[in-house]
Nanobody
Framework: VQLVESGGGSVQTGGSLRLSCTASGYRHSSGVCAGWFRQAPGKGRERVASIRDGGTTTNYASSVRGRFTISRDSAKNTVYLQMNSLKPEDTATYYC???????????????????????WGRGTQVTVS
């Protein structure tokens, strides 16, 4: 299983970026919860957003709700994070993660922190100035 992030870069305050996470070795499906996390220098890893249940269930950190949107394209086996109205405090390395929902399905709360995910990408840098 491999997750590869792309789309990071440098942007000015108020700008937008779209991150992509393409998976190989498994399918982004209803059996998988995909998430985006971020980690700023000297800080812990923070969950940003997650998507599961075939894309019908999404969850956002309060710090990004209303500005970021997580989505998935099953045909491309890719999960996206559209980031609008970016702020300097959004500067971090962003990581894509995936975890098995299982049967019976694990609750949404299982995926609110990094321990719920089995697979991780290497990250992509986002810098907002």
């Amino acid at each position: 299983v491999q997750l590869v992030e792309s789309g990071g870069g440098s942007v000015q305050t108020g700008g937008s970026l779209r991150l992509s996470c393409t998976a190989s070795g498994y399918r982004h499906s209803s059996g998988v919860c995909a998430g985006w996390f971020r980690q700023a220098p000297g800080k812990g890893r923070e969950r940003v957003a997650s998507i599961r249940d075939g894309g019908t269930t999404t969850n956002y950190a309060s710090s990004v709700r209303g500005r970021f949107t997580i989505s998935r394209d099953s045909a491309k086996n890719t999960v996206y994070l559209q980031m609008n109205s970016l702020k300097p405090e959004d500067t971090a390395t962003y990581y894509c993660a995936a975890g098995w929902v299982g049967y019976p399905a694990r609750p949404v709360t299982d995926f609110l922190d990094s321990s719920g995910y089995q697979y991780w990408g290497r990250g992509t840098q986002v810098t907002v100035s």
